[in-house]
């Protein structure tokens, strides 16, 4: 006879020495940390569930989050010497970008001056109401720069699900890479958000796993969330793909 209850796990179990590479913890540039003391309490929390290594990605978008490599610095700069200050010693930071797929785009892509996750690496996301227009010409712009494309939370994009997977793989087949928010995975966007997150791992299209963390609730979500074991056993080699893909940023 089986037995209705399922063993669950709790998910920070899965996050000791984890790299977040989409998270939102620089103080002051968009819609995450406000202020230093802000990145410092989300810091705090993360070293509670055993992460130190972050790829802290503030949004650039044009008409709202108008960031560049000098104000992305500048926010690095002052939250590094705050860790300094406060002795995080074993806190490691650096910083990319999360890119909105939107008209202003195209023109810092030709500039070539696109902050990356590592390497060729680029997070970039798209707007929630619709794909931009110009999406396929977006996508080869990218590989043709010889850039490797990572798309943001694709399980958020409601206007793919009506599709099935079709959608999602014709992104694939043009060269992009899927991150998940881990906070998906336990509805915290909502049921038809967690029912496409289980979806894209239930068919291996999830390349990487990040938090997307903008404020402390989020991660009291996570550090007390439970998750079946068929769930925490897909997370596991996704889990260390993220490691091994980008931890590679903070050597040399």
């Known amino acids: 006879m089986l037995s209705i209850f399922k063993k669950k796990f709790y998910l920070q179990d899965l996050l000791e020495g984890y790299i977040d590479i989409h998270n ?11 202020e230093v003391k802000n990145s410092l309490e989300l810091i705090n929390k993360f070293e509670e569930m055993g992460v130190h ?16 490599p000098e104000t992305v610095d500048a926010a690095l700069h002052k939250l590094k010497e705050a860790l300094e200050s406060t002795g995080k010693t074993n806190v490691q930071v650096k910083a990319a970008a999360e890119y909105m797929m939107d ?3 195209m023109e810092t892509m030709e500039k070539g001056d ?13 707007s929630y109401f619709q794909p931009p227009i110009n999406l396929n010409e977006i996508l080869f712009t990218l ?7 990572v798309l943001a939370h694709p399980e958020r994009y409601a206007y793919f699900h009506s599709k099935k997977l079709e959608k999602y793989e014709e992104m694939k087949h043009r060269g992009c890479s899927f991150q998940l928010n881990i906070l998906s995975l336990i509805g915290h966007y909502g049921s038809n958000i967690q029912a496409a997150a289980f979806s894209l791992l239930d068919n291996g ?11 402390l609730r989020h991660l009291e979500k996570l550090s007390a ?13 996704i889990i260390e ?10 050597s040399g």
């Open 143 to 149: 590989q043709t720069k010889k850039y490797r494309p």
């Open 225 to 237: 969330a439970k998750i079946p074991e068929k769930r925490f056993n897909q997370l596991k080699p």
């Open 241 to 250: 793909s993220t490691r091994n893909t980008f931890m590679p940023a903070f």
């Open 205 to 215: 299209m999830i390349d990487f796993i990040g938090t997307d963390t903008h404020q």
């Open 114 to 126: 696109l902050l990356c996750l590592h390497q060729n690496y680029v997070l970039v996301e798209m």
């Open 53 to 68: 290594n972050f790829i802290a990605t503030p949004h650039i978008m044009n008409d709202y989050y108008p960031n560049d």
């Open 103 to 105: 008209h202003a785009f």
């Open 24 to 34: 939102h913890i620089l103080p002051g540039i968009d819609d995450g940390a406000a």
